[in-house]
């Protein structure tokens, strides 16, 4: 670990490489998860799809935890892609985790309902009935959390779950993490948990390896915290963390002396 330190509530932890991140964060978070689960009998959580992940998801699969005690939901997917589209986040998941351990339940969004408003509904009713304990999320290039892109976050939002229109920033990030070959192939509408529905989890574990998210975790962690930065509201969850590394954390890392 580079360093540890406090932004408001929020703790940030930077590591040297993306690989330490994940690991670190993977033990952190399996600790969490066995506490839950012998507090409970069971834990629900809350899972980000993306390459972000990658390094973290496959070091969680490692961990030694009770997995057929947990129940996995996930916090937002495209509206219009096809079944087995790659893009769509609940098949990155199934490949990533959702398949490589036994969970007792498993609920997917589904981005493809023919009555996108019934979906909703469904979904929000599902989370009503298993409040998450734990949220495993990243942050966007654009600062967002989920897709609560900045000109749809609402850290007040009385919704659990809503449809929203991405903005370019956004769409962009999924041509530079090479999920798709264009902008054009990228859908422009999608669902999404709301910024409360995150936070109202008693844990948040908060992902984001590489240089191209350091300036919005350098903003994330040193801005003012607003709701055109989404992101801005981790530093006031009472138990949440921030994993970064060398590449994301420039900007923290040089405003806390740490360069080195």
């Not at 629900?44 to 961990?63: G, K, M, T, W, Y």
């Not at 495993?136 to 609560?148: R, T, V």
């Not at 003012?224 to 009472?238: F, G, N, T």
Request: glycine letters at 6%; aromatic letters at 8%.
């Amino acid at each position: 670990m580079i360093l540890e330190g406090k932004a408001g509530r929020l703790l940030v932890k930077a590591y040297e490489t993306r690989g330490e991140l994940g690991r670190a964060a993977a033990q952190e978070a399996a600790q969490a998860l066995r506490e839950v689960i012998a507090a409970k009998g069971g834990c629900n959580v809350i899972f980000a799809a993306a390459p972000s992940q990658n390094e973290f998801l496959d070091a969680l699969c490692r961990e030694d935890v009770a997995w057929d005690k947990v129940s996995a939901f996930h916090m937002d997917e495209y509206i219009g892609l096809t079944e087995e589209a790659p893009q769509r986040f609940g098949n990155f998941l199934k490949k990533a985790v959702f398949e490589r351990v036994p969970f007792r339940r498993v609920e997917y969004i589904r981005g493809n309902a023919l009555d996108i408003e019934a979906e909703i509904a469904r979904y929000s009713a599902l989370l009503s009935e298993n409040p998450p304990d734990l949220v495993f999320m990243g942050i966007g290039e654009n600062g967002h959390i989920a897709f609560n892109d900045p000109h749809a976050a609402h850290f007040d939002d009385e919704q659990t779950m809503r449809a929203v229109e991405l903005d370019e920033v956004c769409r962009h990030q999924q041509v530079n993490d090479g999920c798709f070959r264009s902008l054009e192939q990228v859908p422009t509408h999608a669902l999404t948990l709301t910024i409360p529905a995150l936070v109202s989890a008693a844990r948040l574990f908060c992902m984001v390896p590489g240089a191209t998210k350091a300036d919005a975790v350098g903003k994330t962690v040193l801005g003012e915290i607003r709701e055109k930065l989404p992101a801005s509201v981790l530093r006031m969850h009472p138990c949440a963390a921030l994993y970064i590394d060398r590449d994301s954390g420039r900007d923290v890392l040089a405003a806390w002396g740490k360069i080195r």
